[in-house]
């Protein structure tokens, strides 16, 4: 459980390994998955590392079963799944892969080159074959209109075309009598025609005549070739140097030129013979098909599994990569960072897998003091690395820094509730995540990424949902409609005649009627029993009465969820045993806030307790405004005696922390400095004897560089840059009425990290230790620990009323989601209600489906997406930044379920 409130306690170990043990030992760290290796040579480039060679075999090796996958693919072949855990092979198994994957490689993409060219032949002979068929009709054209002249030669045939030829439909021709004629035939792209017809016209002026029809297109063509569409074409033509001519420009169209025979015998035999053809085509096509997916099929039995023998093996040979070998090229030396508590889980892989490997040799586990600050670990399952995420976003926790991921657990889907309470809404989003959760396995199947984070973040909103549904019922607020469960307090009867003025003109008379508390039975005197009466769903004042009491609710859930995170800085403080901070920092803080926002809240409360009639009930925003400003004239109302008193006692007392925050932290620490610089200087002159003093002598002049005034200007412009800042973002804020992310506040936080980590190293200097090391804590200059201390300061003081404002958004949203939800309801669902009419039914189903469409659209995914965005804010900056840094980096241990999870 320290994991989950904490980051585990890491240690620095070094290892010791023979050279052949070492793929063993390191596959078995990478299945164990709680080691992060260290970089041991950070100046060596990555192409002179020692295994450079095994990765990009290794890169090459998954290029090869990325393709395999991909012909898979598109071969609808199933991929076997992988087994749990594969063993990952030796490193005298790379080179036994690399063949098997290169041979099969090689093997398909020679099936699927001969596979495409006899598809090319194919498609070929169906177009000699549609256009044997189609000339044929030409040719009859043409011997019905043309007359021999003399015998035709090889490649010509004697035609007389006659007088009218012209006029005919799809034909050009411009000569009439007796002409020796040469034909061209071939298939081009019916979208080139136009084109090609143009020019032919415009270089040969129409001495020419063309025949052209459209090819008829079967399922198998279309098939092989898809959705071309083709044109069958004959040109006649006088002369071969034309012909020639013809050819060229059929070649730059890009058009299939085919040889046709001249007699009709010839054709038919021609004809017979591309059947032929086309039939043994299809058989062999077939045969290259059954054994390519054959091919397939054997290998995807075996994909993944190679897929993730290929990528561990990958991350063996990087993380070896980051290690050291000795001269001898025996023993390998390496440096991880693990947890504490698995040490002994550490040592038992280490041995397994030299037993593997049957070395004689134990690995040596060292483990080693250091300075250098350890990753940050938070132990997750799937409920949790949500939320986990959601904190590491904002930035990873400083070492050991407490975890706000367990309380955003609560606190980040209720206060999400407060501004979308609805408990129809929230039933929705509960059904959607439920059903997200069951549905988990198959979703992630789409490997897109909107489902990823959806799935990732399903059970945030199946929280999210519940606590909606809780505040819904809170709010009394169902789809905008409210349930009278428990019966109403308040009553009518009793405000007519006899006992109350109404008579039963009156209800003619007024539009509005107001229920008098005083009245007796008006009032029974009990609140309702769980959430808000339902008599104020009806009431003309229920937006003034919400208006009211949302705004002072969010008031109090931001002031408790403030105060909230300055106890758990408390948590941190006596974790790293920085006591002078509980005392200089820590109780300051929370009198300041317990002075001012702690007795506005109980303000808020005791006004709720008490009776008072509306006419004299004093504004509690004006009773905190005249607090501030010491206003106590004999016009304002007071809530109880001794009250002036009181405020004064509190407004002097959060005045009086801001010089103990600003100043009696750095005066502290100039102390300690004097004191220790005072011990140095003594200790030096007792120890002149074979001791050159003039060295230390210069060393501690720049040690007296740290003046008092640097401290005063850190201190100064910290407080101001903190209450100007606060006061600016306030006013941001209520400007936008909190419907706008800002992030206020933020462009100091890196400042304040760099110099919040250097002067923790102040806090904890032990007087008693060595010279040199009292050199390397006094590096911080006092002027920065005062800048330091006066943005601290600064940030807090004005923070608590920026942020208190910031907290107005769960009243903004909470009001904007009540008012979208009632506009739905009345302009869409109402109207369909009331319509009386034949149709009225139809219209209702239209008027509903729209109604639905427009609550999920608009209320939940919109409204959701906002509300989630505020809450996101809310947690990022008005609660984290009271005691959590983010300053620390993740700690990535080598993690063979991590690496195939994102693989797949």
Known sequence: MSSLFRSEEMCLVQLFFQTESAHN???????????????????????????????????????????????????????????????????????????????????????????????????????????????????????????????????SVSMTVSSHITSRRNSNSSTSGALHLSFIAGVIKQDRFPAFEKVLWRLFHGNFVLRHAEMQATEELQALRGAVKKDVFIIFVQGDHVREKIRKVC???????????????????????????????????????????????????????????????KAIYYTLNLCNI??????????????????????????????????SVTPVLNRIQTQQTPPTFNRTNTFT??????????????????????????????????????????????????????????????????????????????????FSIYTGLIYNDCFSKSFNIFGSSWSVRPMF??????????????????????????YSGDPYVFGIDPVWNIASNKLSFLNSFKMKMSVILGVSHMLFGVALSLVNFVHFRKFQDIFLQFVPQLIFMLSLFGYLIFLILYKWCITLRSEMAPSILLLF???????????????????????????????????????????????????????VFGNNLNDQHGTDTRSSFSQHQKDEMVSMGDIFVYQAIHT?????????????????????????????????????????DQHGTDTRSSFSQHQKDEMVSMGDIFVYQAIHTIEFCLGCISNTASYLRLWALSLAHAELSEVLWRMVLQVGLKISSGMGSLMLVVLFAAFAVLTVTVLLIMEGLSAFLHALRLHWVEFQNKFYEGSGYKFTPLSFDSLLKTQH
């Open 25 to 155: 030992c390191i596959s078995e760290l990478g299945h164990l998955g709680l080691v992060q290796f260290k970089d041991l040579n950070p100046g060596v480039a990555a192409f002179q590392r020692r295994f450079v060679k095994e990765v990009k075999k290794c890169e090459e090796m998954e290029r090869i079963l990325r393709y395999l996958e991909k012909e898979m693919v598109k071969s609808n072949i199933v991929i076997a799944a992988t087994k749990e855990k594969e063993m990952v092979p030796c490193a005298r198994d790379v080179l036994e892969f690399e063949s098997t994957f290169e041979k099969l490689e090689q093997e398909l993409r020679e099936i699927n080159r001969n596979h495409a060219a006899l598809r090319q032949n194919l498609i070929e002979l169906m177009d000699i074959d549609s256009l044997l068929r189609m000339t044929e009709d030409f040719f009859e054209e043409a011997e019905s209109l043309l007359t021999y002249s003399e015998p035709p030669s090889e490649d």
């Open 251 to 313: 070649e730059g169209f890009r058009a299939s030129l085919y040889s046709c025979p001249k007699t009709l015998y010839e054709r038919k035999q021609m004809s017979n013979s591309v059947m032929t053809q086309m039939q043994d085509l299809r058989m062999i096509l077939r045969r290259t098909e059954e054994y390519r997916a054959g091919v397939l099929t054997r290998a995807a039995e075996h994909v993944q599994e190679w897929s993730s023998k290929v990528k561990k093996m």
């Open 326 to 359: 000795d001269i001898t090229q025996k023993l390998i030396v390496a440096e991880i960072w693990c947890p504490v508590s698995d040490l002994t889980l550490v040592q038992s892989a280490l041995i397994k897998g030299s037993e593997q490997s049957g070395s």
């Open 385 to 466: 690395e949500g939320f986990q995420a959601i904190i590491d976003a904002y930035g990873v926790g400083t070492y050991q820094e407490i975890n706000p991921a367990p309380y955003t657990i609560v606190t980040f889907p209720f206060l999400f509730a407060v501004m979308f309470g609805d408990c129809g809404h929230g039933l929705v989003m509960t059904l959607f995540a439920v059903w997200v959760t069951s549905q988990a396995e198959s979703l992630r199947k789409w490997k897109n990424e909107l489902t990823d984070v959806v799935i990732g973040g399903r059970y945030i909103i199946l929280l999210m949902g519940m």
């Open 497 to 522: 005649h006899p006992h109350g003025p109404w008579q039963n003109e009156t209800l003619h008379e007024y539009h509005h009627l107001q229920l008098n508390p005083f009245v007796p039975g008006v």
């Open 625 to 679: 405004i005249n607090m501030m400003l010491f206003d106590y004239q004999s016009e304002h109302v007071l809530l109880y005696r001794g009250q002036k008193g009181v405020q004064i006692f509190l407004v002097l007392t959060a005045v009086l922390m801001v010089p103990v925050l600003l100043l009696v932290k750095p005066f502290l620490i100039y102390r300690t400095r004097m004191k220790t610089r005072h011990q």
């Open 720 to 760: 101001i840059e903190f209450c100007l800042g606060c006061i600016s973002n306030t006013a941001s804020y209520l400007r936008l009425w909190a419907l706008s992310l800002a992030h206020a506040g933020l462009s100091c936080r890196s400042t304040c990290t760099v110099f919040g980590n250097n002067l923790n």
